[in-house]
């Protein structure tokens, strides 16, 4: 399965009138109740998560969990993630989800408030499928619904 399976399935399931599962981590509250209501406003389904150890247990990625499992790879069809976050960074939650049998297929959004280029460059290089500067604002979440859905 390449990049553009995964999009496809999201814009599938946009063609059925399912809401994309989308899951949110952020460790602040502010930020991620911010994404939450701009995906929500998109006719997205949101779970959020305040950390990248929170994300990866909700996605059966944890430490005590198997990674080859395939049962968790239909949880989620886009994870949005901030970058600096305390323990595990945004860059470290994006590497152990495309390291994943289950899960690597899945798009994976990096957003930070900080325009670092090459943060931003190592970012794309590791599999992300953007990189968004915060604050996000609804035009932000339209368009990535837009490249999500137009990748084929």
Not at 32 to 46: A, H
Not at 54 to 78: C, H, I, M, P, W
């Amino acid at each position: 399965m390449d990049a553009t399976s995964s999009s496809s399935s999201w814009k599938g399931m946009m063609e059925q009138g399912n809401e994309p599962h989308v899951l949110a981590v952020d460790d602040n509250i502010i930020d991620r109740k911010i994404v939450e209501k701009l995906l929500k406003n998109s006719s997205c389904k949101v779970t959020t998560a305040e950390n990248g150890l929170r994300a990866l247990e909700y996605l059966g990625l944890g430490n005590d969990q198997d990674n080859s499992l395939e049962t968790s790879g239909s949880k989620v069809n886009l994870i949005i993630t901030d970058y600096c976050m305390p323990g595990m960074t945004g860059y470290d939650l994006l590497k152990k989800v495309k390291e994943s049998n289950a899960m690597k297929e899945v798009p994976v959004v990096i957003m930070s408030s900080e325009n670092i280029p090459t943060r931003i460059n190592k970012c794309l290089e590791e599999g992300a499928q953007m990189f968004m500067l915060k604050p996000l604002k609804q035009s932000d979440v339209k368009k990535l619904r837009c490249q999500l859905m137009t990748r084929s």
